[in-house]
Nanobody, 121 residues
Framework: QVQLVESGGGLVQPGGSLRLSCAAS????????MGWYRQAPGKQRELVAV???????NYADSVKGRFTISRDNAKNTVYLQMNSLKPVDTADYYC???????????????WGQGTKVTVSS
């Protein structure tokens, strides 16, 4: 199995920055795309940003120009640098990975437990 552990959430004032990290561990054969999703109270979970194993990225329109996703394949870790944060960015942020625990299992979706980001003055 693949485990994902997020860190880096917290309380920040509008206009501030936070950096989220997500480390994959356990039985890992291969990881394809890794990404970040978020879910605000009363809303559905939405894609924030995704990065392929080759480094191609895609962002939600609402975060383009403010958030940057990156990954360290050697450490099986994905990051989300969030700048110019707004109150509307307040949500639980979840790490996602499309990974294979072994050559036999194939690729499955794995999720972290979530980390809370609150943007408020």
């Amino acid at each position: 199995q693949v485990q994902l552990v997020e860190s880096g959430g917290g309380l920040v004032q509008p206009g501030g920055s936070l950096r989220l990290s997500c480390a994959a561990s356990g039985s890992i054969f291969s990881i394809n795309a890794m990404g970040w999703y978020r879910q605000a109270p009363g809303k559905q979970r939405e894609l924030v940003a995704v990065i392929t194993s080759g480094g191609s990225t895609n962002y939600a329109d609402s975060v383009k120009g403010r958030f940057t996703i990156s990954r360290d394949n050697a450490k099986n870790t994905v990051y989300l640098q969030m700048n110019s944060l707004k109150p509307v960015d307040t949500a639980d942020y979840y790490c996602n990975a499309n990974a294979a625990a072994s050559w036999a299992t194939g690729y499955n979706e794995y999720w972290g437990q979530g980390t809370k980001v609150t943007v408020s003055s």
